[in-house]
């Protein structure tokens, strides 16, 4: 089944940390460039962080920049999200997406003041 889940989301205070994880199945994962966006209440869904297939280079939304840090194993078909020094505008429910196909369901980070 060619799919994603994510998992990780969790309720936070302000200044905390969290890590999400996206499982992949049903693709050529190591082939994949893999992405993070995330959509906040009344938003539009926005990217937050993606890692290229092989070379695994990154790049980063400038709201989050040096806060998360994207990461992937292409043995496990995993990738991470970490997130540092969360604030109350990073509450939204965060989505992995496999380049510009297949999003997951998403996981729900919510933090507060």
């Known amino acids: 089944q060619v799919q994603l889940v994510e998992s990780g989301g969790d309720f936070v205070h302000s200044g905390g940390s969290l890590i999400l994880s996206c499982a992949a199945s049903?693709?050529?994962?190591?082939?994949?460039?893999l992405k993070w966006y995330r959509q906040a209440p009344g938003k539009e869904r926005e990217f937050v962080a993606v890692?290229?297939?092989?070379?695994?280079?990154?790049s980063y939304a400038d709201s989050v920049r040096g806060r998360f840090t994207i990461s992937r194993n292409d043995a496990r078909k995993m990738v991470y999200l970490q997130m540092n020094n969360l604030e109350p505008d990073d509450t939204a429910v965060y989505y992995c997406?496999?380049?510009?196909?297949?999003w997951g369901q998403g996981t729900q980070v919510t933090v507060s003041s």
């Open positions: 997406r496999r380049g510009n196909g297949l």
């Open positions: 890692i290229t297939s092989w070379v695994h280079a990154t």
């Open positions: 049903g693709f050529p994962f190591s082939w994949s460039d």
